[in-house]
């Protein structure tokens, strides 16, 4: 039997010998396999920057939402239960808990805020000062509304980057009093320009002490509670102490919601991942083109080697050595256009990266390995039909056949 | 050797059936020295087919020392030419891409033997053939009688019991030609059986026996 370097010196010949059938079918598997890396790689972009943005959120996060939004199966109350609010103490009350790193209430709403003639609506967020840290926010100037009593609200607010530019255009903001509402307050500090979080436009929103906006919407409830664990390890236990804690506080009812930002991000991880493997399907189908290809213009390689495959046979080459010289041409082929294509895709995902500066786009090693090994298992499976066709040629036939 | 009994060989041709041979009984001991002639289609090719495994016959048999080798699966009878034969064919059927050295080796490389011996069996065989300066040149590189010179080489490089050769001097010129027979008669006279199909005369009339044939049937078998 053959050697097993000397079945791929010959098939490696044969490539050789004949360059412009072998450029053609290096050409079909590399477009085929970059398509698969470029895909897999934008796809995996995406998901990556979708979990950037929920990263920006703050990390370690556990959200409390009033009120009880949870299908499990249980019986009714018997009794109407109509969900608490969610007060400032609720919030406060939290740092019982050793887990709970850092609490911060929030009072959402819109009003009309003004300065001079000039006059928008905005949204409102009552908060504490620990929403600095919470949220990672970011300031350009000024400090952050301060952390005195939560209960006694100051007259102060710090404003977003694209309220400065319309409020005070090229104008100093700082220490200037603006009216929401009824109500006057002094510009303490500005937000850095951060860019959207979530779908909330960070420059376009006001910060009060949460005191001063519960007064403003005339309300004692939360919006909600943002609390951040101590750490990744105190998530879990940060989850059911607000829940023990808030319970207790509300006569024994679990009438909270607590969700964490790793349950939110965990679901679009699934969701991102489950497109980008639905991608990569779908640039597979251009491989299956391609070992169609192979497979045609190795049958027209072996009605152009007959002569040859006579001449093996009459060499004393059995029929399955003929088979494996061919089904090793075919894989060779499909090996050598698959590297390229590797090349090409991780080249283009690489210049990808370079246009989108804030969206990373890589092919994740399961996708390169991936399409590089469907190439070579398209390559062997339909280089089968030909190699088998090759072999089963009666040598005189072969032979005697002229070109 | 070699003993052919009552062979018939048939080709369907459109409607109609031609008999290559006809019911051929033929001995052919180790060592002689064989020609075979006859106008085209009077079966001699066939026949060299049929002697060298490459074709099947539709009836009779074929024992090659003794083995009935006509019944012999393909794998087996694919062995079989490796080992005892070797062929010398009118169109040298070289690889183009491959050198002369591989070219003369591929039925080592065939069977497995190891890279060293192979270059040193080419090697030695070439230089039997005074084709030793042209190693590396590949076939296009070479003239018809050198390419002969080549495949003469490749078909003794296995040691062979037996050559076949199909019009060896059919696509060269009168110098050349003789260059060639000169080699295969060499080999003969080292006890290998030759056999050679031929139009020519002149190349017929130098082998020890002479079989001449016409319509599928051997119908002159001289031995002077």
């Known amino acids: ?403 | 050797m070699i003993e052919l009994a009552s062979i018939n060989r048939n080709f369907e041709v459109g409607e109609e059936t031609v008999h290559a041979l006809r019911d051929i009984n033929l001995n052919i001991e180790a060592g002689e020295y064989i020609s075979i002639m006859g106008p085209s289609g009077s079966g001699k090719s066939t026949l060299l087919n049929i002697l060298g495994l490459l074709d099947q016959p539709n009836s009779g048999s074929y024992r090659f020392n003794d083995q009935a080798v006509n019944q012999l699966a393909d794998e087996e009878q694919a062995r079989v030419r490796l080992e005892y034969i070797g062929f010398v064919f009118q169109f040298f059927h070289l690889i183009p891409r491959l050198s002369a050295t591989d070219n003369v080796a591929l039925p080592l490389t065939l069977a497995g033997v190891d890279p060293e011996i192979r270059k040193q069996k080419a090697a030695l065989a070439m230089q039997a053939l005074g084709i030793a300066d042209r190693a590396q040149h590949r076939p296009d590189q070479l003239s018809g009688g050198q390419r002969q010179r080549v495949a003469i080489a490749r078909a003794m490089i296995t040691e062979p019991q037996l050559i076949l050769a199909d019009e060896p001097t059919g696509n060269l010129d009168r110098a050349s030609g003789a260059d060639v027979i000169e080699a295969l008669e060499e080999l003969n006279q080292k006890g290998i059986t030759l056999i050679v199909v031929t139009h020519d005369p002149e190349l017929g009339q130098r082998a020890r026996r002479r079989l001449s044939m016409d319509d599928g049937k051997i119908i002159g078998d001289l031995s002077p």
């Open chain 1, 1 to 403: 039997m053959m050697r097993l370097a000397d079945v791929f010196r010959y098939s490696l010949q044969a490539m050789l010998g004949h360059r412009g059938r072998s450029l053609l079918i290096l050409l079909a598997m590399a477009i085929g396999v970059a398509a698969v890396v470029v895909l897999t790689a934008l796809g995996e972009g995406a998901r990556l920057y979708v979990l950037k943005q929920f990263t920006t959120l703050g990390s370690h996060l556990v959200i409390v939402l009033p009120g009880r939004s949870e299908t499990s199966g249980g019986p009714p109350p018997m009794l109407g239960e109509t969900p608490r609010d969610l007060t400032l103490d609720d919030a406060l009350a939290l740092y019982q808990s050793h887990a709970v790193g850092k609490v911060a209430p929030v009072v959402i709403g819109s009003a009309p805020v003004s300065w001079q003639a000039r006059e928008r609506e905005v949204l409102v967020l009552g908060t504490t000062a620990e929403m600095e840290q919470v949220r990672q926010l970011k300031l350009a100037r000024g400090k952050f509304i301060d952390s005195n009593n939560p209960h006694r609200g100051a007259a102060v607010c710090v404003i977003g980057h694209t309220l400065r530019k319309e409020l005070f255009g090229n104008q100093q903001a700082l220490g200037q009093w603006l009216r929401i509402g009824e109500r006057r307050f002094r510009v303490i500090g500005e937000l850095a320009q951060q860019g959207h979080s979530l779908g909330t436009d960070i420059g376009d929103l006001i910060i009060i002490p949460v005191a001063s906006a519960q007064a403003l919407f005339n309300t004692e409830s939360l919006f909600r509670i943002l609390i951040q664990a101590k750490g990744r390890d105190s998530i879990t236990a940060a989850m059911q102490a607000a829940e023990a804690i808030i319970s207790k506080r509300h006569d024994g009812e679990n009438d909270i919601t607590v969700i964490t930002q790793d349950s939110i991000l965990a679901t679009f991880d699934r969701i991102f991942t489950a497109l980008t493997f639905a991608v990569a399907a779908i640039a597979a189908i251009s491989l299956a083109v391609a070992g169609i290809l192979i497979m045609n213009v190795m049958l027209i390689a072996i009605s152009q080697r007959t002569a040859e495959i006579g001449l093996l046979k009459a060499l004393g080459a059995p029929d399955i050595e003929i088979m494996l010289l061919f089904m090793a041409e075919a894989g060779l082929l499909s090996l050598c256009g698959g590297l390229a294509g590797l090349g090409l895709g991780m080249g283009s995902s690489f210049l990808l990266d370079q246009a989108f500066a804030d969206f990373s786009i890589a092919a994740p090693a399961w996708a390169s390995l991936g399409a590089l090994s469907t190439a070579l298992l398209t390559g062997i499976i339909f280089g089968y039909i030909p190699a088998h066709r090759a072999a089963r040629l009666k040598p005189v036939e072969a032979l005697t056949r002229r070109r």
